[in-house]
């Protein structure tokens, strides 16, 4: 059993398989108290797939997913339909899986600004506002680990930074775990301490780099959104082919890319920064949201 | 006060609604409405398995619609065929068998009229105990459960992950299920079970701004249509059963006028209006 101090929830070499075809396979991730974890990756890496074993929804075909007893978790997920026939106001949605204290849900509301919207039927809800209520809903249960995939999905630039300084002042306020899926590739929240890109397995994992460092990003941002966003820069030492194969830096083209055949570049930390990858190009060169498009370009 | 049939048929036909209602929202929410159908189907099946066994048609009854219940919940984890096309399969073949078995045994004679319509001004006593009994028993259970079923029913995913237990409230929800279409077939038959569960929910939606509330509205507009029903064929003695239904048609177009709009949002309003003295 995992003690206190241990992880909240921690995976260890867990994969999934459906029907011969690992979705996501070989993922280390821990999240501790008080600590933000971002995952990004492109399309069908299987962000969503770890957050779900991380969840416990989905049991790993290998490796395993533990998570502390007792553990008190705030889901939103990916998205979530609410049918007509469902008479389900904002502020009944606060305490869908557990009673919650009116003053707690009444805070929670007003955090993510739907305060004025508690009377009104979820289904009627903006793609933003209903981001924001299941925001609040997770925030209103006090958690001790929050899930977040893509949670500022469809909420406007000016929105998308106000619920991240949000989400980290309740990571300040209560302690709690926050894993979290990002919409964007390389733009992540300032306030991540760790960054993993998934790409059907661990690409590489690190820390980002802040915004309000380099000019360029401040003068594109803006001087508020830069103290909140990040960029993380990465580099990969292979590229996913059209066709799944996958192509190395030395030139070599292999079948398949596992975790276990040391392909993934490693390197301590993967701070870029404060030194420079010799022979890397420093751009956004990221292969694997190109490499599934056909228009890889090999960072060799 | 029980001596009178009319008066009988009433009570039981509001002990009906009362546990209708709530389950009924949960078949509307949850598109289940061809659950009910394929449950009614196997209700037939539980019939002619009373008969060939010499048993309690009640309980042959709540035994089979639980059998097919469990064969859904068992086939969709298998998860080969969509729902629908489970349900549709489990349907036609449990009515098919049903009418095969009362079919070969030729010395029986039923009245499956009767079953598919039922007879609710012949209940006894005995059948009011039963019908508030275990209504209230299975009204006791789904507040139970109410929040884990409520909870999937919006989001299995959310509710799994965040410590319920939705597929035992699924599975408990589906045996409710059958318990009532067994103990309620005697009273409107298979056929018209259906229509109790999703019409009055259906009707209900309309003036509820929450899914408790739509539960309640739901029973008093079954209730509303026990009596309406029963007054009508009793004045212009039409059949009991579909004069039931009927009336609920009635108030579920009543519902879709602005009336019903009208209402629920003076109730906005004013729950509305502490918040905002606030």
Known sequence: MLQPTDPLVQLTSAGIERSGRWLVRGVDLSVRSGEIVTLIGPNGSGKSTTAKMALGVLKPSEGSAVRREGLRVGYVPQKISVDWTLPLTVARFMSLTGKVAPADAVRAMEATGIMHHQHAEVRNLSGGEFQRAMLARAIARKPDLMVLDEPVQGVDFSGEISLYDLIKRIRDEIGCGVLLISHDLHVVMAATDKVICLNGHVCCQGTPTAVAESAAYKQLFGPRASATLAVYEHDHDHTHLADGRVRHADGSITEHCHPDDGHHHDHAGHDHSGHDHSGHDRSHSHGHASGNTGGGVSNA | ?278
């Open chain 2, 1 to 278: 006060m029980l001596d009178d049939y009319f008066t009988r048929a009433i009570l039981a036909g509001i002990g009906m609604a009362v546990v209708a209602g709530p389950l009924g929202c949960f078949i509307v929410w949850r598109r289940l409405a061809y659950f009910g159908d394929t449950l009614s189907h196997a209700a037939l099946l539980g019939v002619a398995m009373a008969f060939l066994f010499q048993i309690n048609v009640t309980l042959a009854v709540f035994v089979v619609s639980a059998a097919v219940s469990v064969a859904l919940v068992l086939l969709q984890r298998r998860a080969t065929l969509s729902s629908d096309a489970l349900l549709g399969l489990l349907s036609h073949s449990s009515l098919a068998l049903g009418l095969v078995v009362l079919s070969s045994m030729t010395w029986l004679r039923i009245d499956l009229m009767g079953f598919l319509f039922g007879d609710i001004l012949s209940v006894s006593r005995l059948d009011i105990g039963i019908i508030w009994g275990g209504g209230l028993a299975v009204l006791a259970v789904l507040v139970l459960i109410w929040r884990p079923l409520f909870a999937a029913t919006v989001n299995q995913e959310l509710a799994e992950a965040e410590g319920m237990n939705p597929d035992r409230a699924n599975f408990i929800f589906m045996l409710l299920m059958a318990t009532v279409i067994a103990i309620s077939m005697k009273i409107v038959g298979v056929l018209l079970i259906t229509a109790m569960l999703i019409i009055p929910a259906a009707a209900a939606r309309r003036f509820a701004c929450g899914p408790e509330q739509m539960a309640i509205i739901a029973i008093l507009m079954g209730a509303t249509s026990v009596g309406l029903g029963l007054g009508a064929s009793r004045e212009w003695d039409t059949q009991s059963g579909p004069a039931i239904v009927v009336a609920a048609l009635g108030l579920f177009l009543i519902s879709l006028t602005p009336l019903a709009a009208w209402l629920a949002n003076i109730r906005i309003s004013k729950a509305a209006a502490p918040a905002a003295r606030e």
